[in-house]
C-alpha cells in the first residue's frame, strides 16, 4: 500500500529525529554544555561542533536557493520577516538562555535525557509545552508583549528593505539589484569562516564525537528544510492546501523544539486529532525514541528524579522562561541557534547571541553565590560581567578561586 504524501514527510521527519536523538545522546552535543565547557573551564570543542552544525546548514542552505529550489522567505517560521522585532529577540533570547540553564538543558536536551530515563526532563518538556501553549493559542502573548513590542519594532519594509535575511540587508544599504550574487558572496565567507574556526581547529578535530555531531546534526537540519521545501515538501503543501479538512502548520520549516513542546498540549487537547500531528510533534516523539534506543543499546538508561524541593523548583522556573522565551525570541538553539541561522536572518543571530550571553552570565551568578554565600545578586551579577569581559575588570566584586 503506498503512503500518502503527509505520512511520507511525517515519516521521514520521524526518522531524521530518531537519528538526531540517539547522535545528540551519543555525542553528548548540547549547547549550554558548550558555553558551560567554554566559560568554566575554556574548553571551546562542543562550542565548535555546534558552530559545525551551523555550518553544514548553511552550505544546504545556500545551495537550496542558488538552485532556486525554494526561498525561505516562505518558511513557516517567519526568520526573515520585514519587522525586525529586536525586543522580541533580545527580551525572548535572554528568557531562554536563563531558562535553560536552570532547567539544565534547553528544549533538545530534556527531550534526549528524557529518552534516557531522567524523568525531570519530564516536568520541564511538558511545562515548557505548556507555556508555548499560552504563548500561541490563547491571547497572552498579545495582551503581555505584543502591546509593546510592535510600535519599537523596526520595519525595514519601510526602508524599502524587502526581508533581514543578511545578504539582503547590505545589498539595500550597498545599492546592490542583484540579492542572489550578494547571497553567494555574504553567505560564502560566513561559511569560509565558520569552516576555518571548526574544522580548521585542531581542538576539534581530535574530539571525533564532536565532529559527528556538528556533521550528521546540520545535515539533518538541511534534511528538514529540503523535505519540507523541496519537491515531496511542495506536494505536501499543496495537497493540505486543497484538503477539505487542512493539517496544522504545513509549510517550509525545519528542526525546532519550544513550539512543537506546545503541539503536545494541543494534540492531547483535541482529542488525538490525526489532524494535529505536526511535523515538530513528530521531531519531538523521534528525539525521544531515538535517545531511548541509544540509551538502551549502550546501556544508558538510568532513572533520575529530582533531589530536592529547590531542585524541582529551579527546573520549574527554567521550563517557564524556555517555553514562554522561546516562542518569544522565535525559536530556541536548535530553532534559531541553527535552523533559524542557516536561513541568514539577523534576527537569528540576535537571538543566539542573547541566548549564549544570558546563559554564561546565569552561570557566573550560580557560581559566585555558591563560592561566597553571603554574595549579593548583583555582586555576584556585576562580577559575573566583568568575568565575560562585558564590563571593566575594576568593577568586579568577587575574586574568581
Known sequence: MELDITSKILGATFVMAVIMGAVTNRTNFCTMGAVSDWVNMGDTGRFRAWLLTIAVAL????????QDLFSFDDARIPYRHPTFAWPRYLLGGAMFGIGMTLAGGCGSKNLV?????????????????ACAYLMTRTDFYGIVFASWVTPISID????????????????????????????????????VLLLWVTIGSSALRS??????????????????????????????????????????FVGIQSFTFVNPAGDIWAYAMS?????????????????????????????GFRFEWFISGGDF???VIGAVL????????????????????????????????????????????????????????GAAFITGLADLKLVPNSLRKFEAL
Open 313 to 315: 523548583v529551579q527546573h
Open 322 to 377: 524556555m517555553g514562554i522565551g522561546g516562542v518569544l525570541g522565535l525559536g530556541c538553539t536548535v530553532g534559531q541557534g541553527i535552523s533559524g541561522i542557516s536561513t541568514m536572518a539577523v534576527g537569528s543571530v540576535l537571538t543566539m547571541l542573547a541566548i549564549v550571553i544570558s546563559s554564561a552570565l546565569t552561570m557566573k551568578v550560580q557560581y559566585y553565590k555558591m563560592l561566597y554565600e553571603d554574595a549579593s545578586f
Open 207 to 248: 574530539e571525533r564525537d564532536n565532529v559527528v555531531a556538528g556533521v550528521v546534526i546540520g545535515a539533518i537540519i538541511f534534511g528538514g528544510w529540503y523535505l519540507t521545501g523541496g519537491p515531496l515538501g511542495a506536494e505536501w503543501i499543496e495537497a493540505n492546501d486543497f484538503a477539505d479538512e487542512p493539517a496544522a
Open 271 to 299: 482529542g488525538a486529532d490525526a489532524l494535529m500531528v505536526t511535523f515538530g510533534l513528530v521531531a519531538v516523539a523521534g528525539m525521544i525514541v531515538g535517545s531511548f534506543l541509544y540509551a538502551v543499546v549502550s546501556r
Open 156 to 191: 525595514l519594509a519601510a526602508a524599502g528593505i524587502e526581508s533581514q535575511e543578511i545578504s539582503r540587508v547590505i545589498a539595500s544599504f550597498a545599492g546592490v539589484e542583484d540579492v542572489a550574487m550578494m547571497r553567494v558572496i555574504v553567505g560564502g565567507i560566513l561559511l
Open 59 to 66: 552550505a544546504g542552505a545556500l545551495w537550496v536557493e542558488w
Open 113 to 129: 535525557r528524557l529518552g534516557a530515563g531522567n524523568f525531570k526532563s519530564l516536568f520541564v518538556v511538558l511545562i515548557m509545552g
